[in-house]
């Protein structure tokens, strides 16, 4: 009797088995391909292709053997997203029995993934949703849920348009985010590697997709964290953004850590925090020499480069400007900068700040007695206009000088370091 009960279960074990590899010999899930893009095409707005599908029991996947996705024809006519294959996670007996196919998760492997910025501000990923906006339509993502959505072994290209200009990328891109529907908001997380070693991480909430609109109106709560970020990859990021640093400048060495905030709907987001560079270089551009006479009292040389040895600030970038508050720079040859302003949306400049000179280093006679004078205890003050791509410097002495001065004894060049804080010439 045992024996017998052994054969049984032996051949129920091997009938599962034989079912097991040869369901999906049976069943040609490849005949799901265009539902699977025309559904994908429909949620996204975008023409969907993906390769032959293979379909595992034991993991309860389809696998497409590859994913492309096409950008928003204002952008580019190149793809959107490339990877080389999407796990699509099913659900079994509807599949077995209905053949329906239910989906639980997506996992999308080794994905490029490129990202463009308009003159506007608009990016290519916005536009990313349903066309139609009838009531018909809004059904195609009404009730719309998955539980897990991955991405992994990504690399994600930034830049602006014209296409290809200001590019930076990204390696190591890895996403989870779960439980991601139309009636509520769902976890997310995202870490990537920039260049030498930096990483970047995001984590918070997104959504609820909107099933009436596109990705520009999801609403999202991270906190970003950036450790060791290179300062080129933060000059191509700038880049990107349509932020240009002073004509013929470039930054050289360095590294960035910031911990920010970032919230709001995707279209209008709001980044704020504290964020820090240290030990960079601004190559191409001498602050001393913009800075003029203020940089003669205080000694600055000259030399090609400007030397940073600390930056750090609270930031508030929003689409209408970013606000630098509690702005404080070092630079070894010059002395100490703090202050505060404003990067407009058009680049523009509006910054008040003051300059503590270096000690012992404003020149002897009556230029130093002038220097001395006029830094008083806080410093010497000017504001910053202008443009990104070419700051002006403008003395602001208003209500910091005596109403009398007794000049020192000591005067000679001194008319020409008056007429060089004033931005006039001897004639």
Known sequence: MKRKKLIIIAAVIGVLLVLLFAVPYLINVDNYRPTIEAALGSSLGRQVQIGHLHLSLLSRTISAEDLTISDDAAFSRSVFLRAKSLKVGAEVMPLLFSHTLHVNSLTVVEPQLNLLRAPSGRWNLSGLGPKQKSAGSASALQGFSVQELKITNGRVSVGRLPS???????????????????????????????????????????????????????????????????????????????????????????????????????????????????????????????????????????????????????????????????????????????????????????????????????????????????????????????????????????????????????TQGLSQILGGLTGKRKP
Do not use: C, W
């Open 164 to 410: 290809g200009t200001g590019q930076q990328s990204y390696e190591d891109v890895n996403l989870v985010a779960k439980d991601i529907s139309t009636t509520s908001a769902f976890p997310l997380a995202l870490d990537l590697k920039t260049s030498g070693g930096g990483t970047v991480k995001l984590e918070g909430t997104a959504g609820p997709i909107d099933p009436h609109g596109t990705m520009e109106h999801v609403v999202v709560h991270l906190k970003f964290n950036g450790q060791k970020i290179p300062a080129q990859d933060v000059e191509g990021l700038l880049q990107a953004l349509g932020v240009s640093l002073p004509s013929g400048s470039s930054l050289r060495g360095g590294i960035l850590n910031a911990n920010l905030a970032v919230d709001g709907p995707l279209e209008r987001l709001v980044t704020t925090g504290p964020a820090s560079l240290s030990n960079m270089s601004l190559s191409g551009f001498n602050l001393a020499s913009k800075l003029g006479a203020l940089a003669a009292l205080g000694g600055g040389g000259g030399g090609p480069d400007t030397l940073i040895q600390s930056l750090s600030s609270k930031l508030h970038v929003a689409p209408e400007g970013t606000r630098l508050d509690d702005l404080n720079i070092v630079i070894p040859s010059l002395g100490t900068l703090t202050g505060a302003g404003i990067i407009g949306a058009n680049n523009s400049l509006d910054f008040r700040m003051l300059a503590k000179l270096n000690a012992g280093s404003s020149p002897p006679g009556g230029v130093g007695a002038l220097a001395r004078l006029g830094q008083g205890a806080n410093g010497l003050p000017f504001r910053i206009q202008g443009t990104t791509s070419n700051p002006v410097f403008v003395p602001d002495f208003a209500g910091t000088m005596p109403k009398s001065l007794a000049l020192p004894s000591q």
